[in-house]
């Protein structure tokens, strides 16, 4: 057996002193397992950093029509953000107004698909009028049916005049015991003093305790209202909701002049646009004109052909529509033309030298495709138009002829009334003469 044996020098004894207090060589050391406390500064941007990627993904799934997801992510900007910063924090506003645009797109595929369901289904008269034909029955099937409903109708009033006779019987048994109950209570009048003040209590309880009743019935059935009254607001709500609170942001941010005026003050138009879509949708037209017309009034200082100049004068054509001023409302959709005209004209003139053509040659062929359907509208604007007046006229009409009818029918009456009294006068005559 070899035992071999190291002997430490001064060196080494103190190389090892060192290494165990610098803490090297402890396993609980901070190198072999730190922790490190986030600032505020670093928390800030966590969140602004998880805000933005959800914005992003919000915009994309709204761009690509994906509506839904873009709700959800737009949905968790909204609430990192607004949580850290506040509600009515600048950095709140696109998360606002981008969630506020996604809702009403939700709500407007909501109002399609119930359309959809209810396309085809007939309302009022067309209801009771159908069309479609009654399965064909042979012979035999129409006899066995007829004796089925004649076997069901006899035992209903079977059942019907059994019910009447266990009414009568009961009625008559309850009169019975009343008479009863008075006789006794004549015949012991004199003698039941205390017993009438112990009934007067019974009673006093029992109407104490209908009155109990009666107030939880009460409480239960406000209890009721308010639970049907806090009900979750819908989609199209939420929508306006979002938008003002974006409107409320960016008019901050453009009464303060801080930043890019100009482009706060296009946000603030194209939110106040977005509120006028939402007052459309909840069919306050009179709403929806104010706000796009001061909408338009702010983009005054704007180029003539901007898009969102467009997009306002069509959204206005379309609410004057609905509102009944159909003359109005074409002149702001022939305006709302014209200005994607003008648009399309100018950027064909600056294809020349252009920065990114592809970019440029596709709003040309998306604005080239929105004339068409623009002109589309005119058209149903002026339909509507002559509908209303159709409609105006036939109730003019059935108001006149509704008077007339009631002339002829008082002419009718007074004439017979005058003849009643003439054959009167003749009868009273002819008796004078004859008594003389």
Same mark, same amino acid.
């Given at each position: 057996i070899v035992v071999t044996t190291e002997t430490m020098t001064a060196s080494d004894v103190a190389t090892a002193t060192t290494q165990a207090q610098s803490g090297k060589c402890s396993p609980n050391s901070k190198d072999s397992s730190p922790v490190k406390v986030k600032t505020p500064a670093e928390i800030q941007e966590e969140i602004e950093e998880d805000a933005t990627t959800h914005l992003l993904t919000g915009k994309r799934h709204l761009l690509v029509s994906d509506i839904p997801a873009a709700v959800s992510s737009l949905? $968790?900007?909204?609430?990192? *953000?607004?949580?850290?910063?506040?509600? @009515?924090?600048?950095?709140?506003?696109?998360?606002?107004?981008?969630?506020?645009?996604?809702?009403?797109? *939700?709500?407007?595929?909501?109002?399609g698909v119930l359309g959809n369901a209810l396309e085809g289904v007939p309302e009022g008269d067309d209801a009771n009028s159908s069309t479609i034909e009654d399965p064909a029955m042979t012979e035999e099937e129409k006899t066995d049916v007829e004796e089925e409903v004649g076997e069901a109708l006899e035992e209903n009033f079977q059942t019907l005049m059994q019910k009447e006779e266990d009414e009568a019987i009961g009625k008559m048994e309850s009169k019975e015991e009343t008479d009863k109950d008075e006789g006794s209570m004549d015949a012991e009048a004199d003698g039941s003093k205390d017993v009438n003040m112990e009934g007067d209590d019974v009673e006093a309880d029992d109407s104490q305790g209908e009155g109990t009743d009666t107030s939880i019935e009460g409480k239960e059935s406000?209890?009721?209202?308010?639970?049907?009254?806090?009900?979750? /607001?819908?989609?199209? $709500?939420?929508?306006?909701?979002?938008?003002e609170l974006a409107k409320v942001v960016y008019t901050k941010q453009v009464e303060s002049g801080e930043g890019a005026k100009a482009y706060f003050e296009e946000k603030l138009c194209s939110t106040i646009l977005s509120l006028g879509e939402v007052s459309i949708e909840n069919e306050n037209y009179s709403q929806a004109v104010e706000d796009i017309q001061s909408c338009i009034k702010k983009l005054?200082?704007? /180029?003539?052909?901007?898009?969102?100049?467009?997009?306002?004068?069509?959204?206005?054509?379309?609410? $004057?529509?609905?509102?009944? $001023?159909?003359?109005e409302g074409v002149e702001s959709l022939n305006s709302a033309i014209e200005v994607i005209k003008l648009r399309t004209k100018n950027i064909k003139e600056s294809v020349k030298s252009p920065k990114s053509p592809s970019l440029q040659k596709m709003e040309i @062929?998306?604005?080239?495709? *929105?004339? /068409?359907?623009?002109?589309?509208? +005119? +058209?149903? @604007?002026?339909?509507?138009?002559?509908e209303a007046e159709a409609k105006t006229k036939q109730e003019a009409e059935g108001l006149s002829s509704t008077s007339g009818s009631k002339n002829v029918t008082s002419i009718a009456v007074k004439r017979k009334v005058e003849e009643e009294d003439g054959i009167n006068k003749k009868t009273r005559e002819d008796k004078t003469a004859a008594a003389s």
């Open positions: 949905a $968790q900007a909204c609430e990192l *953000l607004s949580g850290h910063f506040g509600e @009515t924090a600048k950095e709140c506003a696109e998360s606002y107004f981008y969630y506020g645009k996604s809702l009403l797109e *939700l709500s407007r595929m909501e109002s406000d209890e009721k209202k308010e639970g049907d009254e806090d009900e979750e /607001p819908s989609n199209l $709500q939420l929508a306006w909701e979002m938008l005054e200082s704007l /180029p003539k052909d901007s898009r969102i100049i467009a997009e306002a004068k069509y959204q206005l054509g379309v609410a $004057q529509g609905f509102n009944s $001023q159909y003359d @062929t998306e604005l080239e495709a *929105l004339v /068409p359907e623009i002109e589309e509208k +005119i +058209i149903d @604007t002026k339909d509507m138009k002559k």
